[in-house]
């Protein structure tokens, strides 16, 4: 994570701006794709805990696998960006085997630098991309600063799908993001 631009969220009042997010769903489930396709999506980035599966979760369920295989047949591109250790970025590989995905090995959240990598993986502009997250202050945040067009904040996956959930300093941190932030 990035300190620094992190609490530029909360310092220079950016958490008031109720247009750093331009999606709320309760769960991918309920996210219709035609707002991908209607706004000329070209790539779709996942945060992967608690967005994509429970906390540190080792697999993706079915209906998981449905949404990015729709997002396949629609020619959208996928990347993961995860914020997270070595070790744990080798298991997404593990998990996403066999899918041509751009996963990041970065851990900055919000700063802009790994969305920009991602988007030269790709070859694109933010204005084609669009970041699914279930963290304001990081996933969304992030997405925000380097101007992706599309910023889907989910709930966490755990509180909606069961299984593990975020240790307490995030749920904390969740907790205090949600007390200023009612957008
Ligand atoms: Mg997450």
Redesign the pocket.
């Known amino acids: 994570m990035d300190i620094k631009t992190y609490l530029g969220f909360w310092l220079k009042g950016n958490f008031l701006r109720k247009s750093i997010v331009t999606d709320k769903v309760e769960s991918l489930k309920d996210f219709n794709i035609e707002t991908i396709i209607e706004n000329n999506i070209r790539l779709a980035v996942f ?5 994509l599966s429970d ?1 540190h979760g080792e697999s993706i369920s079915n209906d998981i696998a449905s949404f990015l295989n729709e997002l396949d047949s629609n020619s959208i591109k996928v990347a993961i960006y ?2 997270c250790s070595d070790g744990r970025n080798k298991v997404l590989f593990e998990i996403f085997e066999g899918r041509n995905y751009f996963i990041s090995s970065q851990n900055g959240k919000p700063s802009p630098n790994g969305y920009i990598e991602i988007l030269n993986h790709y070859n694109l502009k933010p204005e084609d991309a669009a970041m699914f ?3 304001l202050g ?2 969304i945040y992030g997405a925000y600063l380097t101007g992706f067009k599309l910023r889907v904040l989910l709930k ?1 996956y755990s509180y909606i799908f069961g299984g593990n959930i ?1 240790p307490f300093k ?1 749920r904390f941190v969740r907790r205090v993001e949600k007390l200023f932030i009612t957008h």
């Open positions: 945060d992967f805990d608690d967005t906390f995860s914020n997250g279930d963290k990081t996933d966490p975020a995030d």
